[in-house]
């Protein structure tokens, strides 16, 4: 549920249905909100399917490590980070406003 003053936007679509792309040069971070800087934790999928398998079935058991919740946030994680569609990752957003990103893969 959207807090209080917390204005929803609706994607914008062309007349052939498309999602178009969004400008962000309005939004302002708040700078007593926004980090100095971020790290990004990047695996390619495969490499990280491994190294759940390593783990054992005990340490697994009652947690969100199993095969249909990697896979939805698999696709969560690209469509928010890796978008089809050209949107900026929030890696992007961080990058633009000049805020350090360290990766680690």
Known sequence: EPEENDDIEEDEVDEDGNA?????????PDASLVPDSIILLDG???QIKRRIKELSEDHLE???WNRVDIARRMKQYKSTNKSPIGDPSLTE???NWNIGVMTED
Not at 21 to 28: L, R
């Open 20 to 28: 178009k792309e969004k400008n962000f040069s309005k939004y302002v």
């Open 44 to 46: 390619d999928e495969e």
């Open 62 to 64: 009652s947690t969100h």
């Open 93 to 95: 957003f961080f990058d």
